[in-house]
């Protein structure tokens, strides 16, 4: 990810990721995506890559999101 967003903080409802690489920027990305994300907003994550790898990566993305925004569970 090359930098942040043209978008306002706390702006946008929706957000939808599609990534099709293994070089998946993570952490980054999130930082950015709950960056403009309204509270109560969601991500719709799509992601190409080997099945266990899929289920780490969702599982490290969750417990990223969920410390980013507190009230999440």
């Known amino acids: 990810m090359a930098g942040s967003l ?7 409802d929706f957000v939808i ?3 099709k ?8 990305l999130l930082e950015e995506l ?3 994300l309204k ?7 799509h992601h190409t ?3 266990a790898a ?5 599982m490290h993305l969750i ?3 969920k410390q980013s925004h507190d009230g999440w569970s």
């Open 6 to 12: 043209a978008v306002d903080s706390s702006s946008t």
């Open 17 to 19: 990721s599609m990534c």
């Open 21 to 28: 690489s293994s070089d998946f920027p993570g952490d980054k």
């Open 34 to 36: 709950s960056r403009v």
């Open 39 to 45: 509270p109560g907003g969601e991500i719709f994550f």
């Open 49 to 51: 890559c080997a099945a």
């Open 54 to 58: 899929a289920k780490e990566t969702v």
């Open 63 to 65: 417990s990223i999101l």
